[in-house]
């Protein structure tokens, strides 16, 4: 595990004891798996998220733990949190970027190419950068967003077969809540990620029914559309405020 996860969770806002059980269960994965970092390096970390992934249909059929690490109890609570502290982790990896190399680049045409990456690349970081603190601010409070609703994904986003919920809830009547965050103003694109992730947790979680909540600052033509179309998909607009304070 790489020094400054630590400080990280807490920069997250995750409380002391909480973090350092994210700590343990990264530890315990690494003993049966060894280095995630290694493994993300490798391309073999999202598969790892795969073999964790134990639905409540797996639990019925009393199928066997598919994975090396050890679990005592019930099977599918174990990896679930097992599951959820190596998203996290590899958010953790994404954001701090590839470790220190001891391999030296030389040239100007390198030097070049890294410029043009990062020119290109800088919306995409800042829309992410926005994405990671709306998220943040949500899972503090997220009954801001609807009231009655509970974060049930462990603090870390929820893998399924599509991709990464950015926030798994539960409301007030038991129905899991997809919660899907998108800075600035949507795209049509983002109601078919929605309703793919909220049909893979009725067919991994055997529910009969997921809503889906879209959380943008604003929603073009083609998403409002759909949205109507769908009973149990609501869109909510966010907005960015500001306080001020005398600094002398």
């Excluded at 990062?118 to 950068?129: H, I, P, T, W, Y």
């Amino acid at each position: 595990m790489r020094d400054g996860y630590a400080k990280w969770l807490l920069d997250q806002g995750y409380a002391g004891n909480t973090a350092s059980s994210q700590q343990s269960w990264v530890r315990k994965v690494e003993q049966a798996y060894g280095s995630l970092d290694d493994l993300k390096l490798s391309g073999g970390i999202d598969e790892l998220i795969r073999e964790m992934t134990y639905s409540s249909d797996d639990e019925r059929r009393n199928r066997a733990n598919p994975t090396r690490i050890p679990i005592e109890g019930n099977v599918r609570n174990g990896l679930a949190s097992y599951k959820a502290s190596v998203v996290l982790y590899r958010r953790f990896l994404d954001e701090a970027g590839p470790p220190p190399s001891n391999i030296t680049l030389m040239g100007d045409v390198v030097a070049l190419a890294e410029v043009v990456v990062a020119q290109g690349s800088s919306d995409e970081k800042q829309r992410l950068s926005l994405e990671r603190d709306m998220q943040t601010a949500l899972r503090r409070n997220i009954t801001q967003l609807e009231q009655g609703l509970k974060i049930i994904d462990g603090g870390a986003e929820r893998f399924v077969a599509s991709g990464f919920i950015d926030i798994l809830c539960e409301d007030d009547q038991g129905r899991l809540v997809v919660v899907e965050l998108k800075a600035g103003k949507s795209d049509p694109r983002v109601v078919g990620q929605t309703l793919g992730y909220m049909g893979d947790l009725i067919e991994e979680d055997a529910v009969q029914s997921v809503r889906g909540i879209i959380v943008a600052h604003e929603f073009d033509q083609r998403t409002k559309s759909a949205a109507r179309a769908v009973p149990n998909l609501s869109l909510m607009r966010y907005a960015v405020s500001f306080t001020f304070s005398p600094e002398f």
